[in-house]
């Protein structure tokens, strides 16, 4: 077993890592960090755990720790779920100490020896890890893309073979993503807000490194434009995506490099057993029916037509975040990187 902790573990992203740590069968949770005003606190007593995920009672009484290297000593992976302002150095001081870092905060995400990593899209990737140390660094970062990216790429790996140039998405996102304070209940009922702040940059950015293609020790970027409006709507967990590619090829012929889908990686234990789920049904993928399919980690596609264009979905705090970063980390332990 990994002795493994997690960065900002009181938050939604944060205990959304608990949850899928605290029975996990390669890493052994020992550290949780926040914030000076949870720190020294029992975990139990500081999270405001939701209401609709059982408690792990085997996790509760850790202590919270302050957010430092210092809090680490016991670990060699660690988790990040930090405000992006705050990940920047705390995540660059853990990795300069020698620790493993999966991150799921957007601080590092672009940076050139950086991999932002699918496992299922660009697991080659990784190989930055060895560009980090050649720099002379004795642990390293691997980022997750944003919520939305991840939903969006994972649903464009079956049809990666296409010949498009340009991908228009338009996003409808849970309130979940925002984080436990972020969006006013009075705010969002009844109501669609039509900005996400950074969301469509880094969409348009962040897809662009992930499709790229590893070559002389650098991503290059991939050869297509992205354009995104996003949104956020009254639903809980699950974003999901309107998408237009402009594609010559046939429906049928993308249906089918859909339904034959086999994703690049197999036997980690956060994987599903279908990284994406076809719909033929007119009316699916709809959150409340389909975002826990997988355990949260699948992605759903439907009403595929011509143009090409279909409809995404998936759920933006598990496959869209901490389940993202759990697999990104199950993917450099199987790889030896650890
Ligand atoms: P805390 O609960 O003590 O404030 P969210 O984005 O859902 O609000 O979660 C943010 C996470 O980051 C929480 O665990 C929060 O801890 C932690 N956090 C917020 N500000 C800081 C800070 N200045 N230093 C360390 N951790 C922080």
């Avoid at 302002?85 to 991150?103: M, Q, R, W, Y």
């Avoid at 972020?182 to 996400?196: F, Q, R, S, T, W």
Wanted: glycine share 8%; hydrophobic share 40%.
């Amino acid at each position: 077993m990994i002795n493994v902790g997690v960065l900002g573990a009181t938050g939604a992203v944060g205990q959304r890592f608990v949850q899928l740590l605290a029975e996990h069968p390669w890493f052994n949770l020992t550290t949780l960090t926040a914030s000076e005003r949870s720190a020294g606190k029992k975990y139990r007593d500081v999270v405001k755990w939701r209401l609709d995920v059982p408690f792990p009672d085997n996790i509760g009484d850790i202590r919270v720790s302050p957010t430092n290297v210092a809090s680490l000593k016991e670990v060699d992976l660690v988790f990040s779920a930090l405000p992006a302002e705050i990940a920047k150095d705390v995540e660059t001081a853990c990795a300069n100490g020698g620790l493993a870092v999966c991150s799921n905060a957007s601080s590092h995400r672009m940076e050139p020896d950086i991999p932002l990593v699918v496992p299922e899209v660009n697991p080659d990737h990784l190989a930055l890890i060895d560009v980090q140390r050649d720099h002379g660094r004795d642990g390293f970062i691997v980022t997750n893309p944003n919520c939305s990216t991840i939903v969006m790429t994972l649903a464009l790996a079956p049809v990666r073979g296409c010949s498009f140039q340009k991908i228009h998405v338009a996003t409808m996102q849970a309130v979940s993503g925002a984080g436990f304070e972020g969006v006013p209940a009075m705010g969002i009922y009844d109501n669609v807000i039509p900005y996400i702040g950074q969301e469509e940059q880094k969409m348009e950015t962040e897809t662009i490194k992930i499709m790229g293609t590893f070559r002389n020790n650098a991503v290059q970027p991939a050869p297509f434009q992205v354009s995104a409006s996003c949104h956020r709507v009254p639903v809980l967990d699950g974003h999901t995506m309107a998408i237009w590619l402009d594609a010559r090829e046939p429906v049928e012929k993308v249906k089918e490099a859909f339904l034959r889908y086999k994703p690049p990686i197999e036997g980690l234990p956060t994987q599903p057993k279908e990284s994406v789920h076809f719909f033929d049904e007119p009316d699916r993928p709809q959150p409340r029916l389909d975002r826990n399919r997988g355990n949260g980690m699948t992605v759903s596609v439907g009403r595929l037509r011509e143009g090409i264009r279909f409809i995404a979905m998936g759920h933006n705090t598990i496959r869209g975040a901490a389940g993202a970063s759990v697999l990104n980390a199950e993917l450099i332990s199987s790889r030896k990187y650890l």
